[in-house]
Each structure stands twice: as C-alpha cells, then as structure tokens.
C-alpha cells in the first residue's frame, strides 16, 4: 500500500488554483524530493498531506486514512516558517514533543543535540535563525514516523550545516517509511534521492527515479530541472 496517494486532488483560494487534478502515488522507503519554482504548489500539498488545509476537489490518503488525528500519528512535518514558542528552551521542547508524540525517540534527540554542540537549556529567544531551524529539523527527525514532509529544510543555513541535515534525514528516518522533501535547491539534495517529483503551477510534470532521469536523459536531475523549468 502507498504511505501518501492523491486522488485527482485540487486545492482553490478564490479563482487562483493552488493545485490542479494532482495524482500521484508515494512508496515506503522512498526519499522524494517535490521540486519545482517559487509559487508551484509545493508547500499547499504538504499542507494538504498534513491536514492543515482542506482539499477543494479529490481525496489524499496517508496510510490509506484520510488525514486526521490518526494520520498525525504517523506523520512528522517540518514547516517552512519557524513555529518554537520563544520562551521555551530545546529542553522543554524535547518534554513537550515526548508528552505529544508517543514514536518520539528522546534518546535519539539527545544525540543530534550533542553532535551539534547544542544547549538543552538554551532558550528559543536567544537562538539564532540557523539554530532554531537545526532545533525544528531535530525534534521533526526525531519521531519514529511512516511519512516525514520537509519543507525547505535547508533553505535558510549555510552548507556545512545543509550537509549536516541531509546527513541527519538520510541517517534518522525509519528506513520502512517515506520522506518528502521540498526544495528548489536541487544541487544541494540530489545526492540523497530516490525519486523527484517536478510541479509547476499546481500541476505534476513528472514523477520519476533519479536514476532513471540520469540513465535516459544523459544529465543530473538539476539539469534537467533547469531545462524542464528554463524561462
């Protein structure tokens, strides 16, 4: 059974479609990456997988359930706008997180934390951006979850660490469960994917192996992207 399909699914804010007849289906044990420009319906689909927006036509299944409160169980989203109370430290954090999540993996978050120097007791409001976003992807990596939907998880730090945290994906999911990412950063997550699903305007170009896009078109999947997408 797929983790995540869509069913001829479209999403509508007024006149302006989001997305338009999208389906796709999505395997276990998969690294997808969802790529495609500024405006293409990236973070409205990870939206609408994660239940925070409701679909205007058409059906999304995670786990063959529509979501709701037993998808949420089963599903670790990363938003692409910070979300940590301010006056929380990364303890309190990691408290929360193990009270509302019952596949979050304490131990594992400790290690990150670690590895990365990070102060348990350091508080939201004293971190920098950087931090904060190595603190979301942390507790996100954290859960032992059939289906992780990143959204642009490397789009606002710097190299070295956009290595750390594809490391850090690549090494901490649940290698029975699937992870969505999405980026215009294709050069940076190339090497960690499976497979690539190219949007645009709302709709789905292609889905496709990376291997397969190397292999038949000659070229990596960030030159294809660029011919695919060229002005």
């Known amino acids: 059974m797929p983790i995540l399909e869509c069913r001829e699914l479209s999403k509508r804010f ?18 997808i990456g969802l790529l495609g420009p500024n405006g293409s319906g990236k973070t409205t689909l990870i939206k609408l997988c994660n239940g925070l927006l409701t679909p205007s036509e058409g059906e999304i299944l995670i786990d063959g359930e529509a979501p709701g409160p037993k998808t949420k169980a089963i599903v670790s989203y990363l938003s692409d706008k910070e979300y940590l109370p301010d006056w929380m430290s990364t303890r309190q954090l990691m408290d929360f997180f193990e009270d509302f999540y019952q596949d979050f993996d304490r131990q594992r978050a400790e290690e990150m934390l670690l590895r990365l120097g990070l102060d348990e007791k350091q508080k939201v409001k004293t971190m ?3 931090t904060r976003e190595k603190v979301q992807l942390i507790l996100v990596m954290s859960r032992r979850a059939k289906l992780y939907l990143l959204d642009e998880p490397i789009g606002g730090v710097d190299p070295a660490t956009r290595d750390y945290i594809l490391d850090t994906i690549i090494r901490n999911y649940n290698p029975e469960a699937a992870v969505l990412i999405s980026t215009h950063l294709i050069a940076d997550v190339e090497q960690v994917l499976d497979e690539v699903i190219f949007i645009q305007n709302g709709q789905i170009l292609l889905q496709s192996d990376v291997d397969s896009i190397r292999e038949e078109k000659g070229m990596s999947v960030d030159q294809y992207f660029r011919e695919v997408f060229k002005c």
């Open 128 to 130: 920098s951006k950087g």
């Open 14 to 31: 007024g006149k302006t479609a989001a997305l338009d007849n999208v389906s796709l289906k999505l395997e276990p044990g998969r690294v």
